[in-house]
């Protein structure tokens, strides 16, 4: 890949990993529920899953979504009808005592990462990276390079939204603060839905 290729890919991989989305908002309510150690797993399994998902469709199953349209449509709206069900559970969770915060677990790697295969966005940065930034009869190396640089800036990207979540925690220290706090990130999942769903029509 050409360095005239690879800066731009950095940057729209920086933009599009840095602004809100369905990992984004998971992840700052996971830092403020559970913390940044306890959440570390979620992390990695969004950077790992985001980065296994652009390799294996530049591999391949790009093409055939080019062959079965139908099957990225499925993808999509089963991926809308799960982020629904998560942003209906955050909305109606109780806010955890200390002790109830420390047993209950959070989102895990495999979960993380599993979720990426009907994130919508996710779907839409890896098929947008891959048409755009792949050069012209490019090699598994290219495409290698090109996961890399996401799940590698992603990983500092979505981190920070876990950091903002903890910073959070300091302010607020109220039950009814988090419930709102709760209730908020949902709707805001709902809302990332909007922009995504209504590019598929």
Not at 75 to 85: C, E, I, N
Not at 91 to 112: C, I, V
Not at 143 to 150: D, E, H, N, T, Y
Not at 168 to 191: G, H, P, T, Y
């Amino acid at each position: 890949m050409s360095l005239e290729l690879f800066l731009p890919l950095c940057t729209f991989a920086a933009i599009s990993s840095i602004t809100p989305g369905p990992n984004n908002t998971m992840i700052l309510a996971s830092g403020l529920n559970y913390g940044f150690r306890r959440s570390l797993p979620h992390l990695f399994g969004i950077s790992s899953g985001f980065t296994f998902m652009i390799f294996a469709t530049g591999l391949g199953l790009h093409t055939l979504f080019q062959q079965v349209p139908m099957l990225q449509v499925v993808l999509k709206y089963a991926g809308a009808a799960y982020l629904l069900w998560l942003a209906w559970k955050l909305a109606h969770a109780a806010p955890m005592t200390a002790g109830e915060a420390s047993t209950s677990k959070p989102m895990s790697f495999f979960a993380a990462a599993a979720f990426q295969w009907v994130n919508p966005k996710a779907w839409v940065m890896a098929i947008g990276a891959l048409t755009t930034y792949l050069p012209a009869g490019f090699r598994v190396l290219d495409v290698a390079m090109l996961a890399g640089v996401f799940g590698l800036i992603g990983i500092f990207c979505v981190g920070a939204w876990a950091s903002f979540g903890v910073a959070m925690r300091q302010v607020l220290q109220d039950a009814r603060s988090v419930r709102i706090f709760n209730v908020v990130m949902a709707l805001a999942l709902v809302a990332s839905l909007y922009p995504i769903l209504q590019g598929a029509n």
